[in-house]
């Protein structure tokens, strides 16, 4: 049978109230323990079983104490039980004290949850440089009731932002040989992102029995065309990633990479993460549109890639979108100066259904039908560069003034 087979007569569906508890033998719960002055601060992921476990990670060289320490548990036996997240307070170069401060995150919940230490994923998200206020985790982690059977998906939603606006999930569910599949998502990011993976915090929970080197492959080839291809501002965090668990309790056949099922599995994954990705984007401080870039007619997907990320990331695209003006020529600057090999007498460019550009040159267009196009929340650009076969997506955010309000004060 082939690939084409199963992907046309399996289709994974969208679960509208579905959340990371959704897949079976998921729980989850968040509360306020005190880093930050109202809101939840300190979430946490449970499976029923050890799961096997993917992740991939920032790429920023000040990477944070606890990436160290989760990289530390996956790689004792590419499984996890459990993840705990605090936000408020990154710890990030914060030194030795913060190391030892991250052991002891993952100690007192791994006591609590009746687990080994290296069962268990801790992250940090917030402000870098303070020393993590580890007393009040540990009294926050041991108020803790029903690790195992608590499903408050929406808590731990809560308790993982930052400056977000609203809290980001998406689940999806696929029936295949009788067995139903679940693949759902939770995520958090709004500014200091850039990807060059992570740059966010990104979780995602699945039934699904798969193989754990398959799972990673899966997670590494969906990051690129997905949490890569969105930017808010250029700058990458120290501290995010995106982590996957898969604790088989669906009761599917093990899928491993050479399986007709793996790319069922990535089509499901590529769905959570996109949309994730997506929801991100649109919460960049300040935003108040989400602009979708498609490039296409590229020679290498890379090319198109990066001349739709070099879009999407431009100051001057985003002041324009926000600003709702047409001005095309900031976009095909941003083409040109993004380090690719283009044919400038080949390029189209289109706003939304609007063409602005053909062949290198303007054409007339209707400038009020453009504006008007430019009050919706969500933008489309299409660059077509017709030297080639390959195309790309990326997503960002409008700039607003209210980005810079949000970063001058973000400490205070």
């Known amino acids: 049978m082939k690939v084409e087979t199963i992907t046309k007569k399996e289709k994974w569906k ?31 992921i449970y499976s029923n079983v050890p799961a096997n476990a993917a992740a991939v990670y920032t790429t920023n060289q000040f990477q944070a104490p606890p990436l160290k320490v989760t990289q530390e548990s996956i790689a004792k036996d590419g499984t996890l039980q459990a993840i705990l997240v605090n936000s408020g307070n990154a710890n990030s ?72 606006t609203f809290t980001k999930h998406v689940c999806f569910q696929l029936q295949i040989e009788g067995k139903t599949i679940t693949i759902a998502g939770a995520a958090k990011g709004s ?33 690129t065309d997905t949490f890569n291809m969105i930017t808010v501002d250029g700058d990458t965090s120290t501290n995010d990633m995106v982590l996957v668990l898969a604790n088989g309790m669906a009761g599917n056949k093990e899928w491993r990479q050479t399986d007709l099922e793996y790319q069922l599995f990535k089509e499901g994954l590529e769905l959570v993460c996109q949309s994730l990705a997506q929801q991100i984007a649109r919460d960049g401080e300040g935003a108040t549109k989400l602009i979708e870039v498609h490039v296409k007619g590229a020679q290498t997907v890379d090319d198109a890639q990066v001349i739709a990320k070099t879009i999407v990331g431009s100051s001057l695209v985003k002041t324009a979108v926000y600003g709702e003006d047409p001005n095309w020529g900031r976009i095909v600057s941003a083409v040109g100066y993004s380090g690719i090999r283009i044919d400038t007498e080949q390029i189209w460019v289109k706003i939304g259904p609007i063409s602005v550009v053909e062949n290198g040159m303007p054409v007339p267009f209707c400038e009020e039908e453009a504006k008007n196009y430019l009050t919706n929340e969500k933008i489309e650009i299409l660059v077509d560069l017709f030297i080639g076969e390959q195309k790309a997506t990326a997503w960002g955010c409008d700039l607003s003034y209210d980005y810079v309000r949000i970063n001058a004060s973000y400490r205070t």
């Open 14 to 44: 969208a679960v509208e109230e579905g959340n990371i508890c959704t897949p079976y033998g998921f729980f989850a719960g968040g509360l306020h323990c005190g880093i930050k002055r109202k809101r939840k601060d300190l979430g946490w």
């Open 93 to 164: 170069c914060t030194g030795q004290l913060g190391l030892e401060n991250a052991y002891t995150m993952r100690k007192v919940f791994a006591e609590k949850a009746d687990l080994k230490e290296d069962d268990i994923a801790v992250i940090s998200t917030g402000v870098i440089g303070e020393q993590l206020p580890i007393g009040k985790i540990a009294e926050g982690v041991e108020s803790i009731s029903g690790i195992a059977n608590m499903e408050d998906a929406m808590s731990f939603e809560e308790a993982i932002l930052t400056t977000d």
């Open 191 to 223: 500014g200091m992102v850039h990807p060059n993976m992570a740059t966010m915090l990104g979780f995602v929970t699945t039934d699904a029995n798969i193989e754990q080197r398959a799972l990673h492959q899966a997670l590494k080839e969906v990051t």
